[in-house]
């Protein structure tokens, strides 16, 4: 995650003394009806790291010409000036938080803390360093394994968070800014919150203060065990604005375990397109309330097709669990084995009914869609727009390809997303993937251009670097 110090208070104000009785360090003592945190500090503190590593960064070279010029004499100025100057390589520091979860060295942290890393060093709070090794990560969930070479460490405990009710204490232990061993507490404010940006992850949402430098930090409830590992923040500022978002322990844990086992997590595949239930929705569907994740379409060959499924079907339960939101059916899907079996409670024709379904892997359906399409261009995977989405969109034949995977940069920096229909690069119009390949070879390195994306029913422009 991406200083300002205060003073205490002046002096001449009061100071007020309170007797604490001692209490059992699973349970933290009260103060006038607010939970003391020093014991959670004391016994878990210790095994909490500060996260430092070095990256290697394109920067330098040719800058970017300013908009109004474009088009003026002065962009063959430009042109000749600078030419194309090359990008120079050079270091970058950065920092983030983690934590120890077996005596002989293994650290979790996110996967974002330690992206494009040269070298790692975890910091105990004994101000021991040990260089890290990354074991394995998952940038879809944002989770990393570490390890370093040491015996009889500290470790956390995991706690359950489906326990946590929202307006229940927590506390966040982190290296905020740079500052190790800076401990922050607040509320649970919400659970199950999706973000757009992440479809497997149903987020813990509290006020906890978390900054740049948290990052990968634990989030303990008031038994002193890890229920989140502290991901992200909402900000206008970059900042702390009052919101922050954890990973729940049990979903981070269950990567990290098919990390140790597999080398990578492995992902269960439906097959379908889904999304929210609208009150008018529910009533045409004739349900109670709007719930569960409407099925628009259903992918051809996919474990949905293969199941009955049709585009309709509200799904509404998986495996006895409510989906209450479209948000919660990928992290449900995400979370089963490919060739497990899975029971999913749908609403059809206003009746409910079980469908069972072959669950399958995330990973066969993109090397398959990868190698049906394996046009990559810009950092994505692009690939024809289907049919019916032409038809729902309006959109003409011969224009536009569709996003079936962002793989790198530049399309992840300017925030294209899996799913994004491309209309134009630098305002010529796209009209196939081979055709999009031959217009950004075509344009100048190093240059930001303008591509127009439809995203759902709406349309915007990205700013997009050629590489």
Do not use: C
Request: charged share 25%.
């Amino acid at each position: 995650m991406q200083r300002q110090s205060s003073r205490g208070m002046a002096a001449g104000g009061f100071f007020l003394l309170y007797l604490l009785l001692a209490v059992p360090a699973t349970a933290p003592a009260q103060q006038d009806g607010l939970p003391d945190f020093t014991s959670i500090v004391e016994d878990q503190g210790k095994a909490v790291v500060n996260i430092s590593t070095t990256q290697k960064v394109q920067g330098g070279g040719r800058p970017d010409l300013p908009p109004q010029f474009e088009g003026t004499p002065f962009e063959e100025f430009f042109e000749r000036f600078f030419g194309d100057l090359p990008r120079r390589e050079h270091e970058t520091q950065s920092l983030g938080s983690g934590f120890i979860i077996s005596q002989d060295g293994y650290i979790v942290t996110n996967a974002h803390v330690i992206k494009n890393a040269t070298e790692i060093v975890v910091q105990l709070t004994n101000r021991q360093q040990h260089q890290a090794e990354v074991v394995g990560k998952d940038e879809t969930l944002d989770v990393a394994l570490l390890k370093v070479d040491a015996e009889d460490l500290p470790t956390v405990e995991a706690g359950d968070p489906e326990a946590l009710s929202v307006g229940e204490w927590v506390v966040a232990i982190g290296s905020p800014f740079g500052f190790e061993n800076s401990v922050t507490a607040g509320i649970v404010s919400a659970k199950g919150r999706s973000l757009p940006t992440d479809n497997y992850v149903n987020f813990i949402q509290t006020d906890v203060a978390v900054n740049p430098g948290n990052s990968g930090g634990p989030l303990f409830n008031l038994d002193g065990e890890v229920v989140g590992i502290n991901a992200q923040i909402f900000s206008q500022s970059g900042g702390f604005m009052g919101l922050s978002f954890a990973i729940p322990i049990d979903v981070a844990m269950d990567a990290v375990e098919q990390i140790q086992e597999h080398g990578k997590v492995q992902r269960g595949w439906l097959g379908v397109y889904i999304q929210d239930v609208s009150p008018d929705l529910a009533e045409s569907f004739g349900m109670d309330k709007p719930v569960g994740a409407l099925v628009a379409r259903v992918v051809e060959d996919s474990p949905a097709a293969e199941s009955g499924l049709r585009s309709g079907d509200v799904i509404v339960e998986v495996n006895g669990e409510e989906v209450r939101t479209s948000g919660g059916l990928p992290p449900k899907i995400g979370r089963l084995r490919p060739g497990s079996d899975a029971s999913l409670t749908v609403v059809r024709d206003g009746e409910r009914q079980e469908i069972e379904v072959a669950v399958g892997s995330q990973d066969r359906a993109r090397r398959a869609a990868e190698e049906e399409h394996p046009e990559e261009v810009l950092g994505m995977r692009v690939r024809p727009v289907a049919e019916e989405d032409r038809g729902d969109l309006g959109l003409p034949e011969g224009q536009g390809v569709q996003v079936a995977r962002v793989t790198g940069e530049p399309a992840r920096s300017a925030g294209v997303r899996r799913g994004d229909i491309i209309l134009k690069l630098g305002n010529r119009t796209v009209e196939d993937p081979a055709s999009m390949a031959r217009l950004a070879a075509d344009l100048p390195s190093g240059r930001v251009v303008p591509m127009l994306v439809r995203r759902g029913q709406g349309a915007l422009f990205l700013p997009i670097r050629i590489p």
